[in-house]
């Protein structure tokens, strides 16, 4: 199974737990939905720097405590997740597949957001596929 790449490594989880709080708490009062927020804490999706500093604001906490260090316990962990699961999604074939998907969009002369809208994708997903960080379904082929 794809696993989706690790992009922003973060403390978050382990802050708002620290603080007692929710998950459904925090989306909730920062305006996201509970998979946001779940994605967010995993690192797999991004945040702008409004975002990141309501989230700071929301947890008591300061910016530069969001953010992993290199000497932080837990950095390590964060490595080898990543590159777990950037083997797996190699050795499954999805960066072949979906490079092959980006030759023939550009062939085409379509751009990602044209190809995402006629596959009837959100751009978002459409990327992650071309990339190979997701799988594809039958029923999306």
């Not at 997740?81 to 979906?98: H, M, P, Q, Y």
Request: hydrophobic share 35%; charged share 30%; glycine share 8%.
């Amino acid at each position: 199974m794809a696993q989706e790449e690790i992009i922003f490594p973060n403390n978050i989880r382990n802050i708002r737990l620290a603080n007692g709080m929710k998950m459904t708490e925090l989306a909730r009062q920062a305006g996201l939905s509970l998979s946001a927020v779940s994605k967010i804490e995993k690192g797999v999706r991004r945040l702008n720097q409004k975002q990141l500093l309501n989230i700071c604001n929301i947890l008591g906490c300061k910016l530069s405590d969001i953010f992993i260090k290199e000497s932080d316990d837990v950095a390590g962990q964060w490595k080898n997740e990543i590159k777990r699961r950037l083997n797996d999604n190699e050795d499954s074939g999805l960066k072949v597949f979906g490079s092959g998907l980006r030759k023939i969009r550009q062939q085409k002369g379509k751009t990602i957001a044209q190809a995402a809208k006629e596959a009837g994708m959100t751009l978002s997903v459409y990327h992650k596929i071309e990339v190979g960080q997701r799988e594809i379904y039958k029923n999306e082929i």
